[in-house]
Each structure stands twice: as C-alpha cells, then as structure tokens.
C-alpha cells in the first residue's frame, strides 16, 4: 500500500537535546511538507521540499532544520534552539503536477520535550 | 497574503442531524479548496476538494461547493453519524502565489451524540 509513515508515533527528550523525527513516502511524490500542530490551533509549516536537495523555510522554521537528500525521506531535526518543542508534528506529500497539489498526511509523531 | 477562516466551534449535534462548518478565504490567486478531516491521535484526510469555481467536492455523504463571488466554501452533511465525531480543517493551496503550500484554518471539532 502506497502512503506515508511517521516514526515514532511518540517520542519523550529531555530539554536540550536534539531529536530527529523520520518520515517516509512511497507515493512517488516531488514535494513533502512538515506541519506543527498545537492544541486547539491550525496546522503551521514549517519546511518545504519540492525536489531533492531543495527545501524552504516555512512559516515557523526557526529551531528546526531539514534534509532532503532522498525522493522518499524528509526527516525534520527539532534542535535546542526551539523554545516550545512540544507538540504533534505532521508530515505531508505532494505530487507537482497535479492542478489542486493536494496534501496526504503521514499519522504523526507526538513529540514531549520536558 | 492566504488566509482562510472557520467558524467557532465546538459544534456538538444529535445524530442524523444537518451539519454545517462554515468557511471563507482571501487569495490573491486563483486558490483550489479542501476539506481535511482528524480523528483523535491521528493525522489528516482529504475529504473532499473543488479545484475552480462553482465545483462541489463530495465524499462520504459530506458536500461543499466552491462559491467565488463570497469566497466560501462552506461543508455539508445531511444526516451526521456518531464515527463523524472529529476536527475539520478547511485549506487552500494557490498555484500562482504559494506553489503548493497549504493555508489551514484553525479547526472546528464536531462532536455528535447518539
């Protein structure tokens, strides 16, 4: 089955270390996206890759950084330089060639940073 | 810039009642409209999305129809169910302005009764 997966589906760390949050698509996508979500609030972008080794600062980039050195992977780096780590993180794909460029959205990695 | 705005929830129904989460946009382009849906823990789904205007995106008994001339693109259902019980995100992806980039709004939680 062709989809997006997120691992792990929780992770805990302490202040001050980095963490990496993976994710992966076998949708043949160019273009993948990851997404903060806090309670009760939209979802916020973060980075954006429409190619292999290209991507884009989001809306809120800074604490964050990204590789893209495979079509299928994307893995996103929370450093200790974000304040408020603590949330529900989303990955998402697109293709680039199709007139809407709707999103398909990975299950999410909690993330608790205490 | 892209914005897009839900109304307030919570909304909470009976079931087999009629729904409606209203949504409106600004784009400076020409913007294609989604509905994504989110059970509990989980990440998003497409719903349903209209690519122009006057379009309806249908699915699973859920409708909305892209309304250029007040922005809007409100989500129907005629008869809810208790397993709709979940958030609803209106987006908006625009080609000529933020190639492939997705602006949320903020969410309504739905939350349906036996």
């Known amino acids: 089955d062709g989809g997006i997966t997120q691992s792990p589906k929780y992770l805990f760390r302490k202040e001050g270390q980095n963490v990496t949050l993976s994710c992966e698509q076998n949708?043949?996508?160019?273009?993948m996206y990851w997404y903060r979500q806090d309670p009760g609030q939209g979802l916020r972008l973060i980075y954006y890759?429409?190619?292999?080794?290209?991507?884009q600062k989001g809306d809120i980039a800074e604490g964050y950084s990204v590789s893209r050195e495979k079509k299928e992977s994307f893995p996103l780096t929370v450093t200790s330089a974000q304040k408020n780590p603590t949330a529900f993180y989303l990955c998402?794909?697109?293709?680039?060639?199709?007139?809407?460029?709707?999103?398909?959205f990975g299950p999410g990695t909690r993330l608790t940073v205490t | 810039g892209n914005s897009v705005t839900q109304m307030e929830g919570p909304v909470t129904l009976s079931e087999e009642a009629f729904l409606t989460i209203n949504c409106t946009y600004t784009?400076?382009?020409?913007?294609?409209l989604f509905w994504y849906v989110q059970y509990p823990g989980e990440g998003l789904q497409l719903l349903l999305k209209?690519?122009?205007?006057?379009d309806k995106g249908s699915n699973k008994g859920f409708e909305a129809t892209y309304r250029k001339e007040t922005t809007s693109f409100h989500l129907e259902k005629g008869s809810v169910q208790v397993s709709d019980s979940a958030v609803y995100f209106c987006?908006?992806?625009?080609?000529?302005?933020?190639?492939?980039?997705?602006?949320f709004g903020q969410g309504t939680i739905l939350t349906v009764h036996p």
């Open positions: 998402a794909s697109s293709t680039t060639s199709s007139p809407s460029y709707e999103q398909y």
């Open positions: 949708l043949n996508h160019d273009a």
């Open positions: 890759s429409q190619i292999v080794n290209d991507f």
């Open positions: 784009a400076t382009g020409y913007p294609s």
């Open positions: 209209a690519t122009k205007a006057d």
């Open positions: 987006a908006l992806s625009d080609r000529e302005t933020s190639y492939g980039k997705l602006t």
